[in-house]
């Protein structure tokens, strides 16, 4: 027996060795056989139980199998030290902590909302209301108020998103000219910023969703050189402090004499025939103006020998691709918001 245990002990010992030389789960397994398999050593020592006397063989036995069991839960620890070891190893591969954090992303303002914006401050700063409308109007906020009656031929230039025979999707801001006026007695000076809706093809220079602002002021004494400095003050707060404005004869229902508002090309100043933003002729137009129609007045109930006054309507989307040097208006409704922080 004592021989048997001095074995044991030597096997115990070489196992402890090996177990602590093995580095990775293969060798573990090559000590696991070497050591308790069929022909491993532990194998080799229980064999000599057969020649002891018969009387030792129990407790020779009972030493084997606690040896055994040590070695085995040896092992076992050895695998887990292991696969934590591996682990650990794949883990600081995969992550550098002394890696630069991704920074959160924050929303901006839409350029569209900045511009919106932008005009309202400069009217607000020079005393008018802000008035917001509804996008669903009858036609005759729409059209009848401001003197296109149903058969005027202007109907049809305003493509129009009809929901039943009388109610649309307003094609212009407009409408909050007859509405602020039906509520409010002069001296008035409102903006209307919104969105419109127009039945267009959408390509670079369209939506069918865009967005206008109206002015309107109205009380004693209005005249057309009013109309120009608010709107040239407008041009210089949006484009720059040297901008200028034009006004070209048109036609609109609502007001007479009418006119199309152009300002001075931002980029070019007016002064290459080459630029891509005005098409060399130095103007960009902004949109409609005039003064506003007597039939408007009378429409709304105000007294026409007292009262005078203007109005204008500008896309915002166009006062924006101006700003921004944009040559495409469908950039502003993708959602690319590399493109919209740009421009923040
Ligand atoms: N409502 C016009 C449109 O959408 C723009 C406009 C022109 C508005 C002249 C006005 C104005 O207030 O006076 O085309």
Redesign the pocket.
């Known amino acids: 027996m004592s021989e048997l245990a001095t074995k044991l002990d030597h096997v115990q010992t070489r196992f402890e060795e090996a177990v602590a030389a093995a580095t990775d789960e293969r060798a573990l397994d090559a000590v696991r056989v070497a050591f308790l398999g069929r022909s491993g050593e532990v194998t080799t020592v229980r064999r000599g139980i057969g020649a002891l006397p018969p009387a030792e063989r129990p407790d020779a036995g009972k030493v084997i199998n606690a040896a055994v069991e040590r070695m085995e839960s040896a092992l076992a620890d050895a695998t887990a030290r292991i696969e934590n070891r591996a682990f650990e190893a794949e883990l600081a591969q995969s992550v550098d902590v002394t890696f630069p954090a991704i920074a959160p992303t924050t929303g901006s303002i839409h350029p569209v909302r900045r511009v919106l914006q932008d005009a309202v401050a400069y009217f607000e700063r020079h005393g008018f209301a802000t008035v917001l409308g509804m996008e669903i109007e009858p036609d005759y906020y729409t059209f009848d108020a401001l003197n296109i009656p149903a058969t005027h031929p202007a109907r049809e ?2 493509d129009s998103f009809f929901i039943s025979d009388t109610l649309l999707l307003r ?4 409408p909050m ?1 007859i509405r602020t006026m039906q509520s409010h007695e002069p001296p008035i000076a409102v903006v209307a910023p919104g969105k ?1 809706y127009r039945r267009d093809a959408v390509d670079a220079r369209h939506l069918f969703q865009f967005h ?1 602002i ?3 002021l109205v009380a004693e004494g209005i005249h057309f050189g009013h109309l120009k400095g608010m709107l040239t003050g407008l041009c210089r707060e949006l484009f720059g402090a040297d901008q200028r404005v034009r006004f070209r004869p048109s036609f ?1 229902p ?2 007479e004499p ?1 006119a199309e508002v152009d300002t001075t090309c931002p980029k070019c100043k007016g002064r290459t025939s080459a630029c891509n933003m005005c098409g060399g002729s130095g103007w960009i137009e902004l ?4 003064m ?1 129609h007597p039939n408007v007045l009378r429409e709304v109930g105000y007294d026409t020998e007292i009262y005078t006054g ?5 896309g915002i989307e166009r006062l924006a691709l101006t700003r921004y040097d944009i040559d495409d208006i469908r950039r502003f409704v993708e959602c690319d918001p590399d493109f919209l922080t740009q421009l923040a």
């Not at 203007?310 to 500008?314: D, K, L, P, R, T």
């Open positions: 230039g305003f094609p212009h801001t407009s000219q419109c206008q109206e002015g309107l609109f609502f007001t009418s949109g409609g103006a005039g506003v203007w109005a204008f309507g500008f």
